[in-house]
C-alpha cells in the first residue's frame, strides 16, 4: 500500500492567514492526488482533484501543487468556514488516505 | 445533482455482521464504481473497496476476507456486509462515488451522509 503523510497534524491560524499543509507519499503517485475538507459529524468534500485542480464551487482562495511524492494544499486567506480538517489522498493504486490535518482558531 | 443515501449499521455485537445500502439519485448508477470508506472515531479515513453495476469489486486486501458486496441495478443500491465485526470496526461508515467504469482513477466526488456502527458486548 502507498502511505500518505501529512505535516502539520494540528495547524493553528488566525482568519486572513496565509496557511500551506504538506502531503508526502510513499512512492511516487504522479498527479493523482486529492484534497478534501471535512467538518465536525460531516462527510468529507472533495476540493481539489489531479492535485492542482479547482472541484467545482471551491472557493478560489483553495490551491494544490506538486506531483511525484510530495504535495502541498495552500489556504491564501483563511476564512471563518475554513477551519475544518483537511486531508490528502493518492488514487494512483488503491485508495490510501493521509492522518490528517486540523486547522484550529489561533 | 447526484445524491447518495445510506442506512443500516447502528448497534452490533462481537462476531455479528455489518449491513449498510446506499441508493443512488439523479444520476447513472452503471457508469461508475461506488466504494465504501469508513472512519473510526476522531481517526482517519479508511478504503474499504468499491463495486460496479455489473458487480465487479475491488476491496481492501485487510478486509477483503470479511467483505460481501451486491448491487441491485433495478434500485440503483449497492449495499455491503463485513462480517465477524470486533470493536476494531467501530466507525462511520461512508458510501462515495468514484471512478468511472473503463477508467484508471479518480477521486471520490459524491459522498453519503455517513452511518455509525458501533460494535460493543
Known amino acids: 500500500d502507498i502511505q500518505m503523510t501529512q505535516s502539520p497534524s494540528t495547524l493553528s491560524a488566525s482568519v486572513g492567514d496565509r496557511v500551506t499543509i504538506t502531503c508526502r507519499a510513499s512512492?511516487?503517485?504522479?498527479?493523482?492526488l486529492a484534497w478534501y475538507q471535512q467538518k465536525p459529524g460531516k462527510a468529507p468534500k472533495l476540493l481539489i482533484y489531479?492535485?492542482?485542480n479547482l472541484e467545482t464551487g471551491v472557493p478560489s482562495s483553495f490551491s494544490g501543487s506538486g506531483s511525484g511524492t510530495e504535495f502541498t494544499l495552500t489556504i491564501s486567506s483563511l476564512q471563518p468556514d475554513d477551519f475544518a480538517t483537511y486531508y490528502c489522498?493518492?488514487?494512483?493504486?488503491?485508495?490510501?488516505f493521509g492522518q490528517g490535518s486540523k486547522v484550529e482558531i489561533k | 445533482q447526484v445524491q447518495l443515501q445510506q442506512w443500516g449499521a447502528g448497534l452490533l455485537k462481537p462476531s455479528e455482521t455489518l449491513s449498510l445500502t446506499c441508493a443512488v439519485y439523479?444520476?447513472?448508477?452503471?457508469?461508475?464504481?461506488w466504494s465504501w470508506i469508513r472512519q473510526p472515531p476522531g481517526k482517519g479515513l479508511e478504503w474499504i473497496g468499491e463495486?460496479?453495476?455489473?458487480?465487479?469489486?475491488h476491496y481492501n486486501s485487510s478486509l477483503k476476507s470479511r467483505l460481501i458486496t451486491s448491487v441491485d441495478t433495478s434500485r440503483n443500491q449497492f449495499s455491503l456486509k463485513l462480517t465477524s465485526m470486533t470493536a476494531a470496526d467501530t466507525a462511520v461508515y461512508y458510501c462515495?462515488?468514484?471512478?468511472?467504469?473503463?477508467?484508471?482513477?479518480?477521486?471520490?466526488?459524491?459522498w453519503g451522509q455517513g452511518t455509525m456502527a458501533t460494535v460493543s458486548s
Open positions: 489522498q493518492q488514487y494512483n493504486s488503491y485508495p490510501t
Open positions: 512512492q511516487n503517485i504522479n498527479s493523482w
Open positions: 489531479e492535485a492542482s
Open positions: 439523479g444520476g447513472s448508477f452503471s457508469d461508475y464504481y
Open positions: 463495486v460496479n453495476h455489473s458487480g465487479g469489486t
Open positions: 462515495a462515488r468514484g471512478r468511472k467504469v473503463g477508467a484508471a482513477r479518480a477521486p471520490f466526488d459524491i
